[in-house]
């Protein structure tokens, strides 16, 4: 199945590294003119060596007022990936409510904001778009010493059904990917440990972690026209970790 992006503008967050970074990249091979936005300058700067074409922003969307300054001029866009994310985890007795803002703050509050100045820019054109949020399986599954993600990929669920909900109406579709364990330079650091990794690989069917790409592919079919009947879903990208 072929997916063209040509004459698309997109702008993906946490685009630095990892999924974000191979997301931008992905877009912009099929066509897209890409922006994206994080808040390493370093890593933008390796990100446009690799890809001259993508347009850099270096702002941290925890920042409302920095985010509002830095997106206001980025002109229209049609896609969007809200895949900035902040994980920072600590058992439940042991939660802060600085862990618990730092979290809530990226996760939730930065999409809602960077949705918000994307989505009323598709509306005002009256052109619809697609957007897709990078959620988890710890939205709908309890992870040990996970309390805070787990509860903020929870809200981004919701928000995302509600934004397809109000959103709809524009011809603006709003879906997420809720990807298992994904290995990325950071999930195979994470998850190296063979016996640590044996206790979430036996919750998974096909008996694996995702590999970035699966994800990536995942989130251009829910970019692109052949996805044009498809609104407000959870899409779990996890080898049937949820069907258990």
């Given at each position: ?22 997301t931008a990249l992905a877009l912009a ?58 994980a920072n985890l600590q058992p439940f007795?042991?939660v802060t409510p600085e862990q618990f ?144």
């Amino acid at each position: 199945m072929n997916i063209s992006f040509e004459g698309k503008r997109a702008l993906v967050t946490g685009a630095g590294k990892g999924i974000g970074r191979a997301t931008a990249l992905a877009l912009a091979n099929c066509g897209a003119k890409v922006t994206s936005v994080t808040r390493t300058q370093s890593d933008l700067d390796s990100l446009v060596q690799e890809c001259p074409s993508i347009i850099p922003v270096c702002v941290d969307l925890a920042d409302w007022g920095a985010t509002e300054a830095a997106l206001k001029n980025v002109g229209p866009i049609d896609l969007l990936v809200n895949n900035a994310a902040h994980a920072n985890l600590q058992p439940f007795l042991e939660v802060t409510p600085e862990q618990f803002d730092q979290s809530f703050n990226v996760n939730v509050k930065a999409v809602l904001h960077v949705s918000q100045i994307v989505a009323a820019g598709m509306k005002g054109r009256g052109s619809g778009g697609a957007i897709v949020n990078v959620s988890s399986q710890a939205s709908q599954c309890a992870l040990r010493n996970h309390t805070v993600y787990c509860a903020s990929k929870g809200a981004l669920d919701m928000l995302t059904k509600v934004m397809a909900l109000e959103l709809g109406a524009h011809q603006i579709r709003v879906n997420s990917v809720n990807p298992t364990v994904v290995m990325t330079e950071m999930g195979r650091s994470g998850w190296s440990d063979p016996e640590k990794a044996k206790t979430m690989t036996s919750r998974i069917p096909l008996g694996r972690f995702a590999e970035v790409d699966e994800v990536v592919n995942s989130i251009l079919f829910l970019l692109s026209d052949k996805s044009s009947m498809t609104n407000g879903v959870t899409l779990p990208v996890d080898g049937g970790f949820l069907a258990c």
